[in-house]
Nanobody, 115 residues
């Protein structure tokens, strides 16, 4: 059974930091491209950051220079380090695993940036 489990969300003040984790099981993690998405209330889900199986990364313009995506294949885990958080970063954050034929989603973790 494939599972992607996000953790690390919470409430943080503007300017603060959080690190999200996405732990994968049931897949050969190292061959999957992995992505972070977010969805704010009333808005469409959007791609935040992506990392290929080889470690190449890509970011949405809104988070460039503030967020860092990484992966640890030995731990079957992907991370999203989020710094200089803004209220507009408030959303449910989802991880997604992209294989050659199949795609898997996690259940999401809430990030709220507020004073």
């Amino acid at each position: 059974q494939v599972q992607l489990v996000e953790s690390g969300g919470g409430l943080v003040q503007p300017g603060g930091s959080l690190r999200l984790s996405c732990a994968a099981s049931g897949i050969i993690f190292s061959i999957y491209a992995m992505e972070w998405y977010r969805q704010a209330p009333g808005k469409q889900r959007e791609l935040v950051a992506a990392i290929t199986s080889g470690g190449s990364t890509n970011y949405a313009d809104s988070v460039k220079g503030r967020f860092t995506i990484s992966r640890d294949n030995a731990k079957n885990t992907m991370y999203l380090q989020m710094n200089s958080l803004k209220p507009e970063d408030t959303a449910v954050y989802y991880c997604k695993g992209v294989g050659r034929l199949l795609v898997y989603w996690g259940q999401g973790t809430q990030v709220t940036v507020s004073s």
